[in-house]
């Protein structure tokens, strides 16, 4: 019988259900209870449904990460200027000047990462479709060489790089612990490293910097040094223990030094040891290493105790941990390659009289950070080099009293009895702002083919606009009776013949600029017609090298202006001096780059001199000619010869030499070359008129001079 | 009276906690760029005197900037002022799209400036020297457009405070919208206008940013402003002249600051 659904039925459902609550109160507070109770027991549930994934993934983080630590056993490499990091499937490059890392490339395979000390980049081992390839990567993010694949039988344990020779530390199916050098270069060598009288295996720690090779043994407790570019050993090996890693000191009284990472069997504390790779003597250099220093690695100035993790790295003056005293630091900034022939003659020279003096190379990549230094004064740099050739002018900085003048500098002044008269490329008014560190002359390559074709004789010395004039008529003749098209000129990014008028109508010193003349405008309406008739090489086509070597005429192109040393000229087929324009003696005209003396500098004496030595015979020659041209007068004082630059064609080296003794530094600031450079393409089009490009030309040069 | 006198003291001691924040943050390095203004140059640290305000006052450039500063700047600032009290009164008669609304007129603040000037080179002729009547309209309505809603947004803050009891009695004495909008709210919502102000004022004096990204370093004489003739004395190292501009700036904000005071003191004495 079905019970009626009264109160009373629905109040025992009621207690009949909740007959088991426990707790105080009404029915009502028991079930609340109750359900509360439910909840928390629910949580606990959710949790454990969540915990384990979440555990799972966990370990397997934690599990990668270790995987990847004990794959990747050193993560950084220092280089010259910065330091190179690999975590995460990227490489990084953080520079001296930069706020944060960037990333230089992805790859999740590297496995070694070891910096040149000649600053040709970062050398990896990486693996690629099952095989180790040594690969090579610039700041730049473009490789110098397409990289190599080593043999798959060695087992890695090591890389380190100098001079653009890769060492490795391997097993190899000769002995454990075995040194094998790697040539990327050019054809692909690969051998374990022989050298008379030393032991090539057991080597548990090594390092390559400045051609030597430091390779301690652990089996033998040996710590020996190879001198590699005699293939000999630098003395006989010495005994010592508990080396980690170790890496290059500075060479005293001829003796070979090592700083070594060592740690205690007995404590497991570690030191940096001050080894004399001669005689054997140790001595703790006194520096608290950190528990997590895993590894050594230096560059000139400074050694970095680094670790594992991307935060654990610790920088010390390589200096002062050799015991060397020193007064006080000479900074150069953007002054080059420290390791460049010239540059360690100037160094030589400057420590004969300032034997104290560190001097420090810095590398700063953003103009406007050096323009703060030098006007903050507090230090940092004496000696600055300008990065780009469009930096601020040397004149201006003279007369903006940025530069020191160098006109009355004994030193500097006698050196130039050696040089040929090029004092003029650094000096303005009479006055010397700096010293020159590179020259980079414009000239023109020319195609003997197309020359021969369109029967045009190429002349053999200087020539004039107007034969330059007769030459696009008999082209454009040429094209108009032909089917192949020839283009007359490829400019290198800006127009020629409009550099060499503002080289010698644009005065930075003393701020006068002439643009609104008829020689200007007559020369836009040159390249106006070259551009109707179709003679000027559209820039937009150059692809790949043509794009990055000026040296490489595009096809169907007679002419192709290039600029820089000797030996980049070289590389072209043949170059000829560009025609005269007009109004002016010297059709020349070259980029520059130089060494000023900081104004605000503590130390001015050591600056300047620092520059005297720098601009001296001694040094100007350790830099062989080829590269700049013969700055100095006589050809005997280039003693330094390096056979691979081979000879330079007769042709080249006649107009490189005979140009830079009359060419003029472009005058220009980034402001006026971009205002040039957008206003091209609209003045092809036919948009706006010579008159009022030279008038905008104009309006920009007074703006800029007239501030 | 002892909470009146105890509140006194609090405000000192909170005025008081601000100063050296104050002092460092802004005074001293004020106090050093003037330094800077009365010497040769950051080379040459010989006293010069006032040789560096000369030379700024007589430079045909820092006339030029100033001039243009003045003029080009003023009439950007009227317009986006007339465009504020314009929309101000709008969002205030349509309560129910007000704050869609208000979002949107802060929304261009929040554009970076590159991809706001990245555009406007699209919709304009930004060649400085060929077409400087396009540049100077690009010019103005990118600043109207980044900086007047946030002016708006605040006036119309403050004109929401106003009681309706006093917009009631305005009616009742038969004053219009216009009227009342003109007479008796923009009056009391002076403060606000007065923060506006000087929102954009200091907005005027960042536009060498969007005129850098439009025109580059050297736009054409009528565009050429004072932030970039001091720019430029920078990056050429003429780091004395920089100064001296911006203590002649100071100088002239410090002026106007003070008519200002005392026009507003002449008005609350007045009432």
Known sequence: MKKALDYDTIRNAVNTGYAGLKGDGGLAERIIAQHQKKAAKRIPAVKKR?????????????????????????????????????????????????????????????????ADDMETGLYYITRQDGQTWLKNITAGGYAHTPGCIINSKYSIVDLQVSGSVAYILANTAQAQGQVVQVHPFGAYQEAPLSVKDWTNEGITAFCAYDGRLYAYSGERKELAVIDLINRRLQCQPVQAGGILSLTAGLETEGDPFALALTQSEASGQKRLLL??????????????????????????????????????????????LSGKKVLHELYIVNGG???????????????????????????????????????????????????????????????????????????????????????????????????????????????????????????????????????????????????????????????????QYQAAHMDMYASTAEFETEEYLRLLKLYKDMNDKGLLYPQEKLIGREKSYSYILPANTLLRVTSGGLEWMDQAERVIFPPSVRDQDSPYICTGWYLYANANSKYPEEAEYFLACYSSAEAVSQEFYFNYGQWLRDKAFYQYADPSFGTIKEGTERVFNEAIVRAMPINETRELFWEKQDMMPAFYRGDISAEAFANAMQQKADMVLGE | ????????????????????????????????????????????????????????????????????????????????????????????????????????????????????????????????????????????????????????????????????????????????????????????????????????????????????????????????????????????????YVAAAAVLLTACALLLYAVGFLLMKKRKDAL
Not at chain 1, 57 to 62: E, G, H, K, N, P
Not at chain 1, 395 to 404: A, D, F
Not at chain 2, 27 to 38: G, V
Request: contains cysteine; charged residues 20%.
């Open chain 1, 275 to 320: 080894i004399n790779a001669r005689t054997g003597e140790m001595q703790d250099t006194g520096e608290k290493v950190p528990a997590w220093a895993e590894y050594v690695s230096r560059n000139r100035d400074s050694l970095y105790l680094l670790g594992l993790m991307p935060e654990d790295a610790k920088g010390l003056r390589i200096s002062a």
């Open chain 1, 337 to 499: 390659n420290a390791d460049a022939p010239v540059m360690e003659a100037a160094i030589r020279r400057f420590h004969e009289k300032y034997p104290d003096v560190e001097l420090v190379f810095r590398h700063i990549e953003d103009v406007r950070v050096v323009n703060t230094e030098l006007m903050a004064g507090e230090g940092g740099i004496d000696v600055f080099g300008n990065l780009f050739s469009l930096s601020t002018p040397g004149g201006m900085m003279l007369k903006n009293g940025v530069v020191r003048d160098l006109t009355d500098n004994a030193d500097i002044q006698e050196n130039w009895e050696a040089w040929r008269d090029l004092k003029g490329l650094v000096s303005v008014d009479g006055r010397q702002f700096g010293v020159l560190r590179m020259i980079g002359l414009y000239a023109f390559a020319v195609s003997g083919e197309w020359a021969e074709k369109i029967g045009w004789s190429i002349p053999d010395g200087a020539w004039s606009m107007e034969e330059f004039e007769a030459l696009i008529q008999k082209t454009d003749a040429w094209n108009q009776t032909h089917e192949e098209h020839i283009y007359l000129l490829c400019d290198d990014n800006s127009p020629y013949f409009l550099d």
């Open chain 2, 1 to 240: 009276m002892k909470n009146t006198k105890r509140q006194t003291w609090e405000i000192r001691a909170a005025g008081a906690a601000c100063l050296p924040g104050f002092a460092l943050c802004y005074l001293a390095p004020f106090c050093m760029t003037a330094w800077y203004a009365f010497i040769r140059s950051a080379f040459d640290h010989r006293f010069a005197g006032t040789d560096n305000f000369a030379y700024v006052l007589q430079n045909k450039y820092f006339i030029l900037g100033s001039g243009n500063l003045l003029w080009l700047g003023g009439s950007m600032l009227l317009l986006a002022f007339a465009l504020i009290l314009l929309l101000a009164p709008l969002l205030l008669r349509h309560p129910g799209i007000a704050k869609p609304g208000a979002a949107l007129l802060i929304l261009p603040l929040l554009i970076p400036s590159i991809s706001a000037a990245t555009v406007w080179k699209m919709m304009f002729d930004v060649n400085s020297v060929f077409n400087p009547a396009s540049c100077r309209v690009a010019l103005t309505t990118l600043f109207v457009w980044k900086y007047a809603g946030i002016g708006a947004v605040l006036l119309w803050a403050e004109l929401q405070k106003i009681p309706s009891e006093i917009l009631d009695a305005a009616a009742l004495d038969g004053a219009g919208k216009g009227r009342t909008y003109c007479f008796i709210q923009l009056p009391l919502a002076g403060k606000s206008l007065a923060v506006a102000g000087m929102v954009l004022l200091m907005f005027l004096l960042r536009v060498y940013k969007e005129s850098y990204l439009l025109f580059g370093a050297y736009p054409s004489p009528d565009l050429y402003l004072l932030q970039h003739y001091m720019n430029h004395q920078y990056l050429k190292m003429n780091f004395q």
């Open chain 1, 50 to 114: 969540i915990a384990a994934p979440v555990l799972a993934l966990s370990l397997l983080l934690i599990t990668a990460t270790a995987l990847a630590l004990a794959l990747m056993n050193k993560p950084a490499a220092i280089s010259a200027y910065g330091l190179w990091r690999y975590a995460d499937g990227q490489l990084t490059y953080q520079g001296e000047g930069d706020k944060r890392p960037r990333v230089i490339l992805e790859d999740e395979n590297i496995r070694f990462i070891a």
